[in-house]
């Protein structure tokens, strides 16, 4: 077991890989009464393309399976697994993103059982036709919902806009007609291929025992006695590096538009502490040009075209990037026009000293406060660690920055030509 040390955070953290591939991580926080785990699948949306490792077949499965098998597992032959997590006082939950899926519990009491009980469902698929079909139904319900959403069409939207055939394109439940694509045995083929120790890992945090946590995880899955398994192929398209469509508008029922902005990464396959410090800068950069108080943020304000719920935000992935400024307005195309002139002229007149110093020190705060939130903490572990990132590598990252990097980046990645606009405008 290995043991990594924070001297600025003060944490340990305890990390081992079992012999059947299963990493463990274990985050010491004494003194918490809670504790939770998260198991994570390196298995997400984007993976509709692989190559079954049994019989070398190249498989292209229906969009939203991931998510679908995500709600399947909570199901087993006696019922609902949330039902027996609530009688041992815990709160259990799931979600799939582009690229992991994580099933999570949070407790007061009854860790070692719970922890137990997480371990067993996600190894212990159980599907039926009828029990497909009757969550067939529930997911579209969800769909259809959703699609009339605002908030949702416009990240969607852009999404579309961005990508030309990167699956990141697409939403991560799917779509109506693709989900009743799905039987029991792609869910089956899709859990023996992703569902392998070797494309998981176990984190937990809390005023634990970390060999005590090892030991009953490495319990857990020696019984199932899993063959060696190499790297799964994933098949993903080429993406070319231009944008797919420059501006993409939808009428719904709102009041005022939703206006969302995005820039595509040019440059994709970073991984490790360059992914994470290019996230770092491109949060610095918004932080310093759109941020709250910033002067463009303010003349945005004070001239009616920004509200308080104004936001920005950056996705790093490994096969995929976009960073996107969003909120409602009266006008997008004044708004789209003041932003990227704002950015235009930032590219040029460069950040300055002073701003980048106190952006940064914003972030190292923010990374502080995390420590004490143990769902946020867990998130950001799973986060980078497919990515290659540790847990305690953010403030060393952060630290190593240069105001010349973050102009670096705002002139590279803030290129109006790589740019694509969702705007929601009221139904005439």
């Known amino acids: 077991m290995e043991r990594h040390f924070d001297p600025i955070l003060r944490d340990e953290l305890y990390t081992e890989r079992l012999e059947c591939g299963l990493t463990v991580a274990v985050l010491v926080k004494p003194g918490f009464r809670q504790a939770t785990g998260h ?31 995500e709600h399947k597992l909570f199901e087993d032959p006696d019922g609902n697994v949330a039902d027996r997590f609530a009688e041992l006082g815990a709160e259990v939950n799931a979600y799939t993103t582009y690229t992991h899926t994580v099933y999570h519990f949070t407790t007061a009491a009854h860790f070692p059982a719970c922890l137990d009980l997480l371990l ?24 259809r919902m959703y699609m009339d959403d605002p908030g949702w069409r416009s990240s969607a939207n852009l999404m579309e806009a961005l990508f030309v055939r990167h699956p990141v394109r697409l939403d991560i439940a799917g779509t109506v007609e693709s989900i009743r694509r799905i039987d029991p045995d792609l869910l089956y083929l899709c859990h023996r291929v992703f569902y392998h120790p070797s494309n998981m890992v176990l984190f937990v945090a809390g005023d634990l025992d970390p060999q005590a946590v090892v030991e009953r995880a490495r319990a857990a899955f020696a019984r199932r006695r ?21 501006r993409r508008v939808q009428e719904l029922v709102v009041s005022q538009p939703i206006f ?37 943020y303010t003349q945005l304000y004070e001239s009616g075209l920004i509200d308080q719920r104004f936001g920005f935000g950056h996705e790093p992935g490994v096969t995929f990037g976009y960073t996107y400024l969003t909120g409602p307005t009266p006008d997008p195309a004044a708004l789209e026009a003041r932003l990227l002139e704002g950015l235009d002229r930032a590219r040029e007149e460069g950040i300055a000293p002073e701003d980048f110093e106190r952006a940064r020190r914003k972030l190292v705060g923010r990374i502080l406060n995390l420590m004490n939130d143990l769902e946020g903490l867990s998130y950001l572990f799973i986060d980078g660690f497919f ?42």
């Open 39 to 69: 198991l994570a699948v390196h298995y997400g949306s984007v993976d509709n393309c692989f190559v079954d490792p049994d019989s070398g077949e190249e498989v292209q499965v229906p969009d939203g399976i991931a998510h679908f098998l």
């Open 226 to 246: 899993y063959p060696p398994r190499g790297p799964i192929q994933r098949c993903l398209p080429e993406e070319p590096q231009a944008i797919a469509e420059r």
């Open 120 to 143: 067993e469902f996600v190894q212990e698929p159980y599907f039926t036709p009828e029990s497909v079909a009757r969550e067939q139904g529930i997911i579209e319900q969800e769909i």
């Open 260 to 296: 969302r902005l995005g820039f595509k990464e040019k440059r994709v396959g970073v991984t490790g502490r360059p992914l994470l410090e290019r996230d770092l800068l491109t949060a610095i950069v918004l932080d310093v040009l759109v941020g709250k108080g910033s002067p463009l």
């Open 387 to 428: 990515k290659g990132i540790g847990l305690f590598d953010e403030i060393p990252a952060l630290q190593s920055l240069t105001v010349e990097a973050a102009n670096e980046r705002l002139r590279e990645h803030f290129d109006a030509a790589m740019a694509a606009t969702s705007v929601i405008a009221p139904r005439s």
